[in-house]
Structure formats: structure tokens, C-alpha cells
């Protein structure tokens, strides 16, 4: 290696080390549209943390739900809406043509939501920690069916990050039962047949 190449070398290293590269975070674009986010929701099951067995070639346990619910329903769906409003969170659960029927009727429950939440415009641009929202507590009737309509604000969030301009990321959402603390519904699919 000659003296020119050395010297080269030498002021790349000496320039990365005094002046640090600069990370930038690339905001949404603005023209970026996300106004509703809405999931299905599936019975929660425990997951498999140590596998006992093997089927179809890959580590499984059995079912359980020693730390989830495990209530039956069947319908599960929460919508979270952009603009801020009574009804920007609807949650909706089904149990009357369950087996067994209703068998939510007189569960106390509540939407728990994790946000990450981004000011876009204005100043400073920051991103928060992320905010765990705990909706109203939903008494589900006799029927064992329950809607619920609340804004974000209804549920815990800071007016602060609750304005419309701002990127809300839904970073988990699940319908957890008061009684047990224990999670009830969680967003997946599920096909019949």
C-alpha cells in the first residue's frame, strides 16, 4: 500500500470518527392514505414455548389456554378509525350462536390497544413511546353479543396524540377478560371449511 493510498484511508477514518453518521428518519409520504384499520378476531390459544411433539414434520403442543381465555364466540372484529370521534374504536363480539350460545353473556371485557404514534407535521417531529390503551369496560348482555363504539381518547390516549395529523401505528389490539386478565380474542383468520 503507498503513502497516498494510507493517507486516503486515514482521513475516511478520521472523518467518520469526528463528524458521526447521520440517521434521518423518512416521515409518511403525504400523500399516504390509511383511514381505517380494522382486524378480525380469532380465540386466543396459548403458544407453544417448549414443543412435545412433532406433526407434519414441524415442533407442536397441544391446545391450551392456561393463560389465555378461551371462551368461545363467533364473531370478533375491532375497527380503529383516523379521525378522532365516538365512534373511531368499534368493537363487535358474538357468542350467541356459539357452543355453547352466549357463552360471553355477563363477561366483563375491555379492547386493549398498543399504539405507536408519530407527529408528522409541526414541531418537533417525534415519535412517542408506544401508548397501551385500555378501552371501557364492555358488560356483554345476556345475548352474549356486544358492540361498543369509544374514541381513542375514551380509551387513554393524550389529547397530545390524539390529534388527526399524527401516524398511528396499531402496533397490537386484543379483547382482554376483565376477571381473569387473561387474552380473549386476538386478531387472525380462521376458515370453517
Known amino acids: 500500500m503507498n ?4 493517507a486516503i484511508v486515514a482521513i475516511a477514518v ?3 470518527l469526528i ?3 447521520r440517521l434521518e428518519a423518512v416521515g409518511p409520504d403525504v400523500n399516504l392514505r390509511a383511514v381505517v384499520y380494522g382486524t378480525n378476531l380469532v380465540q386466543a390459544m396459548d403458544q407453544c414455548t417448549f ?3 412433532n406433526v407434519g414434520g414441524v415442533a407442536a403442543c397441544p391446545q391450551s389456554n392456561s393463560s389465555t381465555d378461551g371462551t368461545h364466540f363467533t364473531i370478533g372484529r375491532v375497527t380503529i378509525r383516523g379521525m378522532s370521534g365516538r365512534g373511531q374504536v368499534s368493537t363487535v363480539l358474538k357468542s350467541s350462536r356459539a357452543t355453547p350460545a352466549g357463552a360471553l353473556a355477563n363477561k366483563l371485557v375491555h379492547t386493549m390497544i398498543v399504539l405507536r404514534v408519530t407527529r408528522t407535521n409541526g414541531t418537533p417531529l417525534v415519535t412517542w413511546v408506544d401508548q397501551t390503551l385500555n378501552c371501557p369496560n364492555i358488560l356483554v348482555p345476556f345475548t352474549g353479543d356486544a358492540n361498543q363504539k369509544v ?3 375514551d380509551c387513554g390516549l393524550a389529547l397530545t396524540l390524539a390529534d388527526n ?3 398511528k401505528e ?3 389490539v ?3 377478560d376483565n376477571a381473569s386478565s387473561k387474552p380473549l380474542a386476538v386478531p387472525g383468520v380462521r376458515r370453517l371449511r
Open 51 to 53: 414443543s412435545i411433539t
Open 3 to 6: 503513502m497516498r493510498s494510507l
Open 165 to 167: 395529523t399524527t401516524n
Open 14 to 16: 478520521g472523518v467518520a
Open 174 to 176: 386484543q379483547i382482554v
Open 19 to 21: 463528524h458521526p453518521l
Open 151 to 153: 374514541s381513542l381518547l
Open 170 to 172: 396499531i402496533v397490537s
